[in-house]
Antibody, heavy 122, light 110 residues
Framework: EVQLVESGGGLVQPGGSLRLSCAASGFTFNIYSMNWVRQAPGKGLEWVSYILSTGRTTYYADSVKGRFTISRDDAKNSLFLQMNSLRAEDTAVYYC???????????????WGKGTTVTVSS | QSVLTQPPSVSAAPGQKVTISCSGSSSNIGNNYVSWYQQFPGTAPNLLIYENNERPSGIPDRFSGSKSGTSATLGITGLQTGDEADYYCGTWDSGLSAWVFGGGTKLTVL
């Protein structure tokens, strides 16, 4: 069964850091590009970051650029999101998501994890 | 303010048809493929339509997608109460080098 399981969420103070992890199973992780997508309470989906299957290309939403870093460890079938300088507006459920599509123009998300909750508050 | 514009809500009676629009620009919908996602409260989104009009296995043919110019549309026929959910469109924005979602549409089946 294809599965993505996020972990690492929790309560953190403004200005603090947190590292999210996503454990992938049931598929060949190293051939897939991956995403982080978040959803603030009562709000819509917001794309956060993308990493190419090779790890050589990454993209970030403007709202997190310079503060968040996406990475992957194919040997451990894992995706990560290092979040620094956290703000109250980063409070959200963070989803790990698998990307499909032969080109960026055809890009879509076909598998989602259940999410991990990040709360930024003093 | 989302890059892609969706109506906040739509409603229709059981058995009827509903359409949800997603409006963008040449840098996103106009030159890239659109996908649609269904999300029930408290759960993760689920892929409904990809590459404008393709359905993943397991998605009933009551759900359809189309695209024209810089707009895309999700259609749902034979509405069921179980279709009540939030629906999101998404695509790559070549100008922003970013994935963009619509703001989401809440479907109510009256």
């Amino acid at each position: 069964e294809v599965q993505l399981v996020e972990s690492g969420g929790g309560l953190v103070q403004p200005g603090g850091s947190l590292r999210l992890s996503c454990a992938a199973s049931g598929f060949t992780f190293n051939i897939y590009s991956m995403n982080w997508v978040r959803q603030a309470p009562g709000k819509g989906l917001e794309w956060v970051s993308y990493i190419l299957s090779t790890g050589r290309t990454t993209y970030y939403a403007d709202s997190v650029k310079g503060r968040f870093t996406i990475s992957r460890d194919d040997a451990k079938n894992s995706l990560f999101l290092q979040m620094n300088s956290l703000r109250a507006e980063d409070t959200a459920v963070y989803y790990c998501a698998r990307v499909r599509g032969t080109t960026m123009a055809r890009y879509y998300i076909d598998v989602w994890g259940k999410g991990t909750t990040v709360t930024v508050s003093s | 303010q989302s890059v892609l514009t969706q109506p906040p809500s739509v409603s229709a009676a059981p058995g009827q048809k509903v359409t949800i629009s997603c409006s963008g620009s040449s840098s996103n919908i106009g030159n890239n493929y659109v996908s649609w996602y269904q999300q029930f409260p408290g759960t993760a989104p689920n892929l409904l339509i990809y590459e404008n009009n393709e359905r993943p296995s397991g998605i009933p043919d009551r759900f359809s997608g189309s695209k024209s110019g810089t707009s895309a549309t999700l259609g749902i026929t034979g509405l069921q109460t179980g279709d009540e959910a939030d629906y999101y469109c998404g695509t790559w924005d070549s100008g922003l080098s970013a994935w963009v979602f619509g703001g989401g549409t809440k479907l109510t089946v009256l």
